[in-house]
Every structure is written in C-alpha cells, then in structure tokens.
C-alpha cells in the first residue's frame, strides 16, 4: 500500500499519483483581513509544487489502514491522567467529541452546548456506541487526532499538508476570491459545499440534503480538481497555531519551517491553562458552519485544534512534496 514520494525538479514530468492532483508553485496572498483576527493580516507567501489528495481520506481507505498496521486511535485509548492535571478519575475514559443538535437557541459562546465528550465514539462508531459505518465508507474519516492522521499519511508514503500549501490547494487558482469557487457563496442558487442552513446549532434546514457528512465528491471540484475542500469536515495541517498571521517581511515562504519543532505559546488552549496540549491548524470549516456562527467555509479560514482532541467534525488529506 505504500506509495513512493516524488523528487527531482521536474514534477510535472512524474506521473500523478493515484487520485492526486498536482498543485503548481507560486506566489499567492494568504490569510483575510476581512473576516476573524486570526485571518489577518493577508500576506503573500510562495509555495513550491506538490500532490494533493483530491478527496479528503475516507472510512474505506482509513478502514484498510487499521486493518494492515492495527493502529489504534487516540479515541480509542484511555487518556493519561498525568496529561490532564485536575481531571476527575471517572472523566477520563475513551472516547471523542459529537455534535449534539440542540433542542433551541443557546449561549453561542458556549460551545459545550452542543458538543458532547461521548464515552465509545471513535471513527468505526461516529455516534457513539450502536453507530457504525453502514453506507459509510465513501463519508470522510472522523474522530481522528492529529497523530493518527500523520500515522495514516506516513503508511501510504505521503504527509499532511502545511497550511500554506493547503490554502493555495483550495483556492483553486482564484487568488483573492472569498470562496474556492468565486465571489458568491451559492451561485445560481446552487450549494457548493456540504455547509449548516438555518440557525446553528438547533435549526438546520437540509437545504444541501446533508444532516452531518456527505460522501466525498458530492459538490463540484475547484480550479485544481480538488473537491471537498470546502465544508464536509475540517482538515489537519501540520502548522502550529498561531493566533495571527505574520506580515509580509516577517515570512515571505511557508512551506515548511519545521512545523513539527517545538510549538509556539500561543499553541497552547488557553481554555485549559492546567494543560500543555500544543494545537495545530485547521483549514476548511465542516458541515456545521453556518452563516450566524463559524463563517469559516473560505480557504482564508483557520482554526486551532489541539492535537490530542478528535471529533464528528475534523477530518484530513495527505500530499507529496517534491523532495
């Protein structure tokens, strides 16, 4: 199963890998300075050429993984208390993060309003325990963690993408657009992405005919051939959290300055200050982005996740770099 990692200089003269599409180098202005602070400032930033799963990993492909390394996940595991300085005994146990629709309105700055640390949820049972994957295979893969994520991308010969590299990825070659796919979130009326209609996180409309994920390659790819790259679920990048964007003379490349040394402080949760969890980049937004809460379905968006949580929401795609 593994698959060998490009090199030479010459990348457009290898054969593309299967279901990869070859991203060319260039320049591009990253970030937003119209939306959430962690977006700004907009800087330019120059990426090389690299593969890019056109789809983000699916329960097929992660379910093949697992059976050949017998790889358990983080949700799987029972946390170590010596992590989680204060927690209870009866609070640590295995288990992930589902999203719970909420019966009406609530306090939006509360996220524990409708997310539920679920004992037994794990990628194989999304829901919890009595979940499966029934019709599933073709969904992205969730409930992952960062270091089963990296574990997958390791075993087919490949990485997980920096930031930078991910949102040149989605923007498809539309440098400067607000979407993956241009300027109108719905164009013509049509739905692009697997995105939250009505009012998060009680009323969703279904006007996309999705409840929560959708099957891979359900909406229309990008300028590259990319598709999902937009909604569905988050994805994981290698980058460190920051909480802004450097400016244009402070970081004219980012791809990749050792994104796997030591974290910066503002990686760390300053939700759990008793805790050193470091948190990586999310890129993306999901299937619960909704127009009153997380309007991050752009390339420009970004989200700290740390690297020991996993969730209904957060899944991820691999590349190849030239070496």
Request: glycine share 10%; with cysteine; net charge neutral.
């Amino acid at each position: 199963m593994n698959a060998p990692g490009a090199s030479g200089a010459d990348a457009t003269s290898l054969a593309c890998p299967p279901d990869m599409a070859y991203i060319p180098g260039g320049m591009f202005r990253m970030g937003s300075n119209s939306h959430y602070a962690e977006e700004a400032p907009s800087h330019r930033v120059r990426v090389d050429g690299f593969f890019i799963d056109k789809a983000p990993v699916t329960n097929r492909q992660f379910k093949e993984f697992v059976k050949a390394t017998g790889h358990v996940t983080v949700a799987e595991k029972v946390p170590d208390a010596k992590d989680y300085p204060g927690a209870l005994p009866h609070m640590l146990f295995a288990g992930s993060l589902v999203f719970r629709k909420s019966a009406g309105p609530v306090d939006l700055r509360n996220w524990s309003n409708w997310w539920e640390f679920t004992r037994g949820a794990n990628w194989r049972h999304p829901l919890g325990p009595g979940s499966g994957l029934f019709k599933k295979d073709n969904h992205p893969v969730v409930h992952v963690a960062y270091a089963d994520a990296l574990a997958y991308a390791q075993w087919v010969g490949k990485d997980l993408p920096t930031e930078a590299e991910w949102e040149f990825a989605a923007r498809g070659g539309l440098d400067g657009v607000e979407f993956a796919w241009g300027d109108e979130f719905t164009p013509g009326g049509k739905h692009m992405a697997n995105t939250w209609q009505g009012e998060f996180p009680h009323q969703n409309l279904l006007a996309d005919g999705h409840e929560r994920t959708s099957p891979v390659r359900s909406y229309p790819p990008n300028g590259y051939g990319l598709y999902d790259m937009i909604g569905n679920t988050w994805e994981w990048t290698c980058d460190w959290w920051s909480t802004r964007h450097p400016a244009d003379e402070a970081k004219a490349c980012c791809v990749p300055l050792n994104p796997r040394g030591a974290p910066e402080e503002g990686s760390y949760d300053p939700r759990q200050p008793n805790s050193r969890i470091p948190q990586k980049v999310l890129k993306g937004g999901s299937h619960l982005c909704a127009p009153n809460y997380c309007r991050r379905y752009r390339p420009a968006a970004r989200h700290a996740e740390a690297v020991d949580t996993s969730t209904s929401h957060v899944g991820f795609r691999c590349v190849i770099r030239q070496t």
